[in-house]
């Protein structure tokens, strides 16, 4: 099928990929879509800004890496079981309350430092805090996101949807840790 705006296309040089022909106009899957870009961005700014801050304030690259350690291990630990549970509850229930655990805890801990509410101490035990609590709650949300999107998508769009997901993953890595180093600056 060639494309809809014919010369638009031929300046641009591609083609209509009829494939993809009302791939995000599934309501529920643009709502996941648009809500792992937000979350995922956000989570890769504050883990950038948190390095910068933590080498900046303390200076202990010994301290960042377990920090980053403490948000990894309940991966480990949990992983396990977090693919039974995400089988057992509505999954959509476990998205939504694992990103709001992780939107709150990260939001808290960006209060506590920018109305410098704590001494630095505090603040580095609170990475840690929200460092594990943030690793809780992904351990338990990606399984669930991962049997979730099945369960929206038609088995002849289910590879072209994970493949874009993913897609999206990797873009949000990038761009999330730039802007979370720009705006650790700013």
């Known amino acids: ?71 990894i291990l309940p991966s480990v630990l949990f992983g396990p079981i977090a693919g039974v549970i995400a089988d057992q509850f509505f999954r959509k229930n476990i998205l939504i309350v694992t990103d709001l655990i992780r939107g709150f805890s990260v939001l808290f801990l960006s209060v506590m430092i920018f109305g410098e509410y704590g001494n630095q101490l505090l603040i580095v035990m609170l990475f840690a805090a929200v460092s594990i609590t943030n690793g809780i709650s992904r351990a338990f949300f990606q399984p669930a996101v991962d049997a979730f999107i099945p369960d929206l998508v038609t088995n002849d769009k289910l590879s072209k949807t994970i493949a874009f997901f993913q897609s999206t993953s990797q873009c949000t890595t990038i761009i999330g840790q730039a802007l979370g180093g720009i705006l650790y600056r700013v």
Do not use: D
Request: charged share 10%; hydrophobic share 50%; net charge positive.
């Open 1 to 71: 099928m060639p494309c809809l705006n014919t010369s638009f296309c031929k300046r641009l040089r591609f083609q209509y990929v009829p494939h993809f022909k009302g791939f995000l106009l599934n309501k529920n899957i643009f709502l996941l879509w648009q809500g792992q870009l937000i979350s995922q961005l956000g989570m890769q700014a504050y883990t950038i800004a948190m390095m910068f801050w933590l080498m900046e304030n303390t200076g202990s690259s010994l301290l960042m890496s377990l920090i980053l350690t403490l948000s």
